[in-house]
């Protein structure tokens, strides 16, 4: 499965913005999906997964309240709804995919750059 992120961009603090991620060459619905950042100067981390049944959610800390992740089998694509950002959300997000609920993720999608910005 190929992935593409899209729909960074600059937003105010306080502001929302929702990131997609389309997949292609294979349906998403048997692929557990999450999102993950990188800040300049710092290390990849974990923001948010969604298991293959499209309902169990999981989210980093700084996540919890304040993003949502969802899953679209009929668009083949995944969501982040993120809100009440803040300047030290800014980074590149992307998308990864795998076959199974657990263990690595496979499959990659290059980021999408969001900056919190007054």
């Known amino acids: 499965v190929q992935l593409q992120a899209s729909g960074g961009g600059l937003v105010q603090p306080g502001g929302s913005l929702r990131p997609s991620c389309a997949a292609s060459?294979?349906?998403?619905?048997?692929?557990?999906m999450a999102w993950f950042r990188q800040a300049p100067g710092k290390e990849r981390e974990f923001v948010a997964s969604?298991?293959?049944?499209?309902?169990?959610?999981f989210y980093a800390d700084f996540a919890k309240g304040r993003f949502t992740i969802s899953k679209d089998n009929a668009k083949n694509s995944v969501y982040l709804q993120m809100s009440s950002l803040r300047p030290e959300d800014t980074a590149a997000y992307s998308c990864?995919?795998?076959?199974?609920?657990?263990?690595?993720?496979?499959?990659w999608g290059q980021g999408t750059l969001v900056t919190v910005s007054s």
């Open positions: 990864a995919g795998r076959r199974r609920d657990g263990g690595s993720w496979d499959y």
């Open positions: 969604i298991r293959r049944d499209g309902i169990n959610k």
């Open positions: 060459g294979r349906s998403i619905s048997d692929y557990a």
